[in-house]
């Protein structure tokens, strides 16, 4: 069975007063959960702040992106042995809003995740179309690419590693959430992927989340789906109630 994983994406939200607060709140509200992942990603700087809090609970930390190189003259990154230091696990890779807003490539994506996963981190690797490919027939074809670049020159060792989370950009902060059984159908087409160019033992033991305006609501009705497996969860994640009620889905 796949041991599902319930991730908070902090993004640019979160001194650290307001770190402290929210993981103070979150702590009692999840902590008898042992049948699921519970991660959460701040911003860099309030990383170990979060780490000191969250030590020897079921909570893991994320960084929210990383740099490929481990040090060096460049200005403004920071790397996944970095983010090691400061008490990370995970790290998410290829979020939508790095790749609208801040360059990343399928290729840079690529090196980020090898980078990641040398220094033994998880890597949350998003994937996900835009609207105008969904309305142009194009899902698959660019979540396929995604996925094929994202992934190349990746060892099946390292691959199983990966957390792969589907986030469709029209659904992301938009309120609008794919239904249930959109998001299951690219999930399944991601895990037809893994399956014919990894092996049917990946696709089968990949952990695939979905993401874009997860909410209390819709979180039992995405869970029930057979190939969806988590979630990354955004705007709900800031306020622990929320969270909490997403992390304890299963009641
Ligand atoms: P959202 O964000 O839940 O606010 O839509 C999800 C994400 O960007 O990871």
Redesign the pocket.
């Known amino acids: 069975m796949r041991r599902p994983v319930i991730a908070g994406?902090w993004?640019l939200f979160k001194s650290s007063v307001e770190a402290r607060e929210l993981v103070g709140s979150l702590l009692p509200l999840v902590n008898r959960t042992d049948t699921v992942d519970v991660v959460v990603a701040p911003v860099f700087t309030v990383l170990a702040t979060v780490r000191d809090l969250v030590q020897g609970t079921n909570i893991r930390l994320a960084a929210q992106d990383c740099f490929w190189e481990e040090e060096g003259a460049f200005t403004g990154e920071v790397s996944p042995k970095m983010l090691v230091d400061a008490g990370c696990s995970h790290v998410?890779i290829g979020?939508?809003?790095r790749r609208q807003y801040f360059g990343d490539t399928d290729d840079t994506v690529n090196k980020k995740l090898k980078a990641a996963l040398a220094a033994d981190l998880i890597p949350l690797f998003?994937v996900g179309e835009t609207l105008e490919e969904r309305e142009a027939d194009k899902t698959f074809e660019v979540i396929g690419r995604q996925l094929k670049k994202g992934l190349a020159g990746i060892h099946d060792d390292l691959v199983s590693r990966i957390v792969i989370?589907y986030?469709p950009v029209w659904?992301?902060?938009?309120?609008k959430t794919a239904s249930n059984q959109q998001a299951q159908e690219v999930h399944a087409f991601i895990r037809s992927v893994l399956c014919e160019t990894r092996s049917r033992t990946i696709a089968e033991s990949t952990r695939i989340l979905y993401?874009?305006?997860?909410?209390p609501e819709n979180i039992r009705g995405l869970m029930s789906q057979t190939d969806i497996d988590g979630a990354?969860?955004?705007?709900?994640?800031l306020k622990a109630e929320s969270f909490a009620s997403i992390v304890n889905y299963g009641g």
Do not use: P, Q, W
Not at 232 to 237: F, I, K, P
């Open positions: 994406n993004k998410i979020h939508s809003e998003c989370a986030e659904a992301i902060g938009t309120g993401g874009g305006s997860v909410k990354l969860v955004g705007g709900a994640s």
